[in-house]
C-alpha cells in the first residue's frame, strides 16, 4: 500500500488550500490481505515542486501477485466536484498489471515525470526490503518520512491547478478481481513559491539598509 500511495500522490500532485493534515479513509480493505494502520504526508499542503515524506504503517496479511489499480481523482471547486480526467497515464485512470507498472512508468516515462518518480517508487521499496511489486510477500510495511522529490507539473497536465482534492483508490487482484485494499484520501496541493528576492525593487531595498 505504501507503494499506491507514492504514485497517488504523484498524480494529484476554490482556490485556495484547505487541507493542513492529510485525511485518509479505510473504504474496504480486505483484512485477509492488507490491515492499514496510518498514512500520513508532510507538509501539508503539498508544495509542487518539492519534497515530501512520506509514512505509512500496514502489513500485508498473505502473498499478493499480479493485481490492478484504479485511481479516482476530484478537484473541490466553489461550483463543486470536477472529475480529473486520465491524460497520458495520469489523473482518474486504470492501471493494469502491477507487475509490469514500474517498468512501464521509467520506460514510457508518462507526462514527461513519472519515471523519475518510478525510480523513487523502487527506491521505497529497496529501503523496507521489497525487490518487486509483484508478489509481494505477508509482511509489515513500515515506512517512516520516507523522502520523495515531486517534480514540477508539465504544462500538458495543467488541469492539476493549486487546490483541494479528493482521491478514491481500490487494488484488485488480477486472477480473482477481488478488492483487496481501499483508500479515500483528501490532501491540497499549492505551487512552490520562490522567496527569493529578485530585480530592481530588492536591489534599491539592499541599498536602503
Known sequence: MATVFVFLLTIVSGVFS???????????????YFTINKV????????????????????????????????????????????IP??????SCEYKDTCTLLDRM????????????????????????????????????????YKLKLPPIPSILSFFAEGDYSAHVTATEAASGHQVACLDLKLSIKKHKDKTCTGWFCGRRRDLH
Open 18 to 32: 484547505e487541507h493542513t493534515k492529510l485525511e485518509w479513509t479505510d473504504c474496504g480493505t480486505d483484512p485477509a
Open 86 to 91: 486520465c491524460l497520458f497515464h495520469v489523473g
Open 106 to 145: 521509467e520506460k514510457e516515462n508518462w507526462a514527461g515525470i513519472m519515471g523519475g518518480i518510478g525510480t523513487q517508487v523502487r527506491g521505497l521499496l529497496s529501503s523496507i526490503g521489497i525487490t518487486s511489486f509483484c508478489n509481494i510477500q505477508a509482511r509489515s510495511l513500515d515506512v517512516q518520512s
Open 40 to 83: 500520513d504526508v508532510s507538509p501539508m499542503p503539498i508544495e509542487v515542486p518539492g519534497d515530501i515524506a512520506l509514512t505509512v504503517g500496514a502489513v500485508s496479511n498473505k502473498t499478493v501477485t499480479q493485481g490492478d489499480i484504479k485511481i479516482s481523482v476530484k478537484r473541490h471547486t466553489f461550483i463543486g466536484d470536477i472529475t
